[in-house]
């Protein structure tokens, strides 16, 4: 039911550590290959969890919006994303690319998932599991008047085709930019000085993450000069400056009360 969109530029997954030595060791790969024993400034972020999406601005006009779907092709989503409040359909300002390609997490607000599920008992109908499916199912609704009634959210964090090149020479100072134009970024977003610096940012956030107004299910580094970025490049589908360390699966003991053989 939606129309299949090529991305110009392919999305790109994102590596992922489940350890502070598995984070050392992406480290040093990183300054094994940038030949460098000074310690190398990262951008840190929480990883959300959400859906990623394409957003392709033409003279600062919103004109598409696509799905991730498997990094080279996702489908047209343009009408739902249209109805996320905070997402400008028009940038501000005009010093912005003919072509602007930014990419983010699109995400239900914990809030928002609570009232939509209220909303779905009182009317009797299926809740959602939790707020990714339930900004899945808002995301892949045939009618946009159905998406513009779930308070759906995003945070921008990368970027895909862009005319006239980088906007930065950093990765911080082109979220900045995007910022700017009116874009969503993450107010978590911080630079963080090598690995010990990395795992102070992991610490922190996730001693707040209770208190985060949406789930997330890690934090997400990126070497931020993009000259160093450049020289890392990319293995297969995953760019070699960037890395997810992932939280702990949360843990709980249940009781089986019956199995049912059928
Ligand atoms: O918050 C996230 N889920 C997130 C996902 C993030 N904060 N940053 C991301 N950065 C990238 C690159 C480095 C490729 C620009 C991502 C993703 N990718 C990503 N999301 C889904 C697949 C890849």
Redesign the pocket.
């Known amino acids: 039911h939606f129309n299949e969109v090529v991305h110009t530029v392919p999305?790109?997954?994102?590596g992922n550590v489940f350890s502070e030595q598995e984070l050392s060791d992406f480290d040093r790969r990183v300054r094994d290959r940038l030949e460098t024993q000074a310690e190398v400034i990262y951008t840190a972020?929480?990883?959300?969890d959400?859906l990623?999406i394409n957003l392709r601005y033409e003279a600062g006009v919103l004109v598409q919006a696509a799905t991730?779907g498997d990094g080279s092709r996702g489908e047209d989503v343009t009408a739902n994303v249209r109805t996320i409040r905070s997402l400008p359909l028009k940038l501000q300002g005009s010093d912005w690319p003919e072509v602007l390609e930014v990419?983010g997490?699109i995400f239900l607000p914990r809030a928002g998932f609570e009232a939509l599920n209220e909303r779905m008992r009182l009317e009797g109908g299926k809740t959602f599991v939790n707020p990714r499916n339930a900004a899945a199912g808002a995301l892949r609704q045939l009618d946009p008047r159905i998406t513009a009634e779930r308070p759906l959210a995003i945070y921008c964090?990368?970027f895909g085709q862009l005319s006239g090149g980088k906007l930065a020479l950093s990765h911080s100072a082109s979220i900045a930019r995007l910022r700017n134009w009116g874009l969503p970024v993450s107010p978590e977003q911080q630079t963080v000085q090598g690995v010990a610096g990395c795992l102070a940012y992991y610490r922190d956030i996730g001693a707040r993450r209770d208190g985060l107004d949406y789930d997330i299910d890690g934090v997400?580094f990126?070497v931020n000069s993009l000259a160093q970025q450049e020289a890392l490049g990319f293995v297969s589908r995953a760019?070699r400056w960037?890395i997810a360390q992932k939280f702990p699966a949360q843990e709980e003991i249940t009781v089986v009360e019956a199995v049912e053989f059928q």
Not at 11 to 14: N, Q, Y
Not at 45 to 48: A, F, Q, S, T
């Open positions: 999305m790109l997954s994102l972020e929480p990883k959300l959400g990623a991730r990419r997490e964090y990368g997400v990126k760019p960037a």
